[in-house]
Structures are given as C-alpha cells and as structure tokens.
C-alpha cells in the first residue's frame, strides 16, 4: 500500500511517464477531461463569427441540443425547441449574420 491507502503503484502500459494504482484504473482518470463535441465547437465559432455559415452547419447543432427541423420545400428552415418557439432562417447561402445571431440565443435560451 501507498501513503494515500490507493494499492500499489504500477507504470501504466499506455503512457509511460504515468502512473496507475491497481484499484483506480486509468480510464477513470482519463474521463476527467472535458469532452466538447463537434457541434458545441460549432456553435462557440457561430458565436465568435457570425458571417459566411451555411445551413447545414446550423442542422448540426439544431440535431445535437435536440431541436427539431423542418424544411417543407421552402427557402426556410424552421427550427422548433421541445417548448414550442419557432425560429424560421432563410436557407440561402450565406446566411445573414443577424439569423446566425438570433440562432445562437435560441440554441442557449
């Protein structure tokens, strides 16, 4: 045993310069880092940019935070939250900054 009561120290067969305790598995440690998923990374540069996006861009992030789309053979997308707001942006590229604006405060609201 260790001074911190863990179990013995054992180099870890994955990262050479780490260490692992036999009864706290490296994965366990390794979980610890943040996971940002490719539509978070999205919306944070929508965020940071507004200009030149396109409206599958927009899907992605809509199909990642669990809003609804819809597109019925119109110019515009209507995007629909689970409490019923609607926001309709037109599909055409580039989208305007001001729906990439009001987008983003859908998404976060």
Known sequence: MDEMGGGTAVPSPF???FT???FLPCAIV????PFVSKADKILQQMQNNPLD???DSLKTVANAYNIEWRQR???HV???RS???TLPVPAHRPIKPI?????VDFVME
């Open 15 to 17: 990262f050479p310069y």
């Open 20 to 22: 692992c305790f036999i």
């Open 30 to 33: 390794f979980s610890i880092i």
């Open 53 to 55: 996006w396109r409206i």
């Open 73 to 75: 053979g119109t110019s």
């Open 78 to 80: 209507v995007f629909v």
């Open 83 to 85: 409490d019923g707001r």
């Open 99 to 103: 729906y990439i604006k009001k987008f």
